[in-house]
């Protein structure tokens, strides 16, 4: 998706700072490249090559381009805590890489953590948080946004006015690999008790369960966010409406859970200190060096005694019965493959939801409903999420249509590039 923002900046169609980014996806998507030099965001053939779809967007963020991010996740995905997020993105003085001091457990685990005193160029990055329920359908389409629709909220922009209210352009494609990358992960759990309050009021109106007036409060609170930048950029990964853990299709249930207990993430005390903070994120951080070097060895060698070496440091005595399981099943396990798995297992699994035709509509009225009281987005992408299995195979086409169709009830005429993977099958 990132080049084609940039893409939009080139050409001016977007402002080169004080972006608003509204993602709706499965998963944030919002990590970074551990071990990327921090000015590589400032080489943008170079920066492309270095992301991968769990991390291209705090780049962009590093970079000065988005100033705030908006994540509109469904009810399986609920990686990093609900509500409103305020913290600093910036270049870690020490290992000259992008680092955050943001304490939810997403980053934590990850190792992305460091105070504020140990960055430079900093940046301010306001990240909401917010819950899409499916909208019920019913024969009655009232609460479904064919409602009147209110005065869409104009943005506080002045040159950009123009270019906000050009027509959207809209780009899917298939931005993953052809084997699973990285999607986070964990879920968090946290009260939102304002929102709690918003909905136990919304459900006096049986008629409007689940519906219409949590998506109007889910309206309010981004039109709310968007009014603080110059433009705003849609982006709508089809994963959203339905997604799979590709992981669990590769592994055994046996494999799967002994890497979970091998990539288990020991969480801080819940009011742990900066340096609890700290101690927990080199202790991740060994963890996770420990475990990379591990089956980077056994590729080169997996045989008794490299296996038994790793298995007798701290923690990783699960590595003998899990080898010992894929050999049985394969000529030649794929370990680089079992690590990128490994790192999806911190203390939750990866969402997987294959999502019934009913909850699929029941979210294209969700968002059809919050799309239609929002501003006119000056760039909407789409990202299939298909090859690497993310989005069941069988539904992306039918989802696409959908989403395209949504659009194009919302916005009117659409100027559509579609750019899909060589190995894809379009």
Known sequence: VLPFIYRAIGSKHLPASNISF????????????????????????????????????????????????????????????????HFLIGKDISTTTIRVTGTDYYFLSDGLYVPADQLENQKPLNLHVILINPTEVSNSQEENGEVASAKRLKLNTDDTAS???????????????????????????????????????????????????????????????????????????????????????????????????????????????????????????????????AFADLCDNDDEETLQKWASYTGMKPLVQLVHSLKTRMESPDYEMVHQAGLTCDYIELPHHVSTEEEIEGLIQSVKVLL??????????????SLDDYCPSEQVDIIQEKVLNLLGSVYGALDVHLDYSSTSSF
Request: proline share 7%.
């Open 22 to 85: 509204v993602h709706l996806d499965s998963h944030p998507d919002l990590l970074i490249p551990v071990n990327m030099p921090a000015d590589t965001v400032f080489d943008k053939e170079t920066l492309f090559s270095e992301l991968s779809i769990e991390n291209w967007i705090m780049p962009a963020v590093y970079a000065g381009h988005i100033s705030q991010v908006v994540w509109l996740h469904p009810p399986w995905a609920q990686q990093i805590s609900e509500g409103k997020h």
């Open 163 to 293: 270019t906000v209210s050009a027509s959207s352009s809209v780009v899917p494609g298939d931005l993953d690999r052809s084997t699973p990358s990285l999607k986070k992960k964990e879920v968090q759990s946290a009260s939102a008790p304002n929102k709690a309050e918003t909905l136990s009021e919304c459900s006096a109106s049986s008629s409007l369960r689940n519906g219409e007036c949590p998506i109007r409060e889910v309206v309010e609170d981004v039109c709310q966010v968007l009014q603080k930048g110059d433009a705003y950029v849609l982006d709508i990964d089809l994963d959203f409406f339905s997604v799979k853990n590709p992981f669990k299709e590769m592994y055994t249930q046996t494999e799967y859970e002994l890497l979970q207990e091998l990539y288990n993430f020991k969480k801080p005390h819940r009011n742990a200190t900066e340096e609890g903070l700290l101690d927990c994120v080199e202790n991740r951080v060994h963890q996770l060096e420990d475990l990379e070097a």
């Open 372 to 385: 239609k009281d929002m501003p006119k987005p000056t760039l909407v992408t789409v990202a299939r999420s």
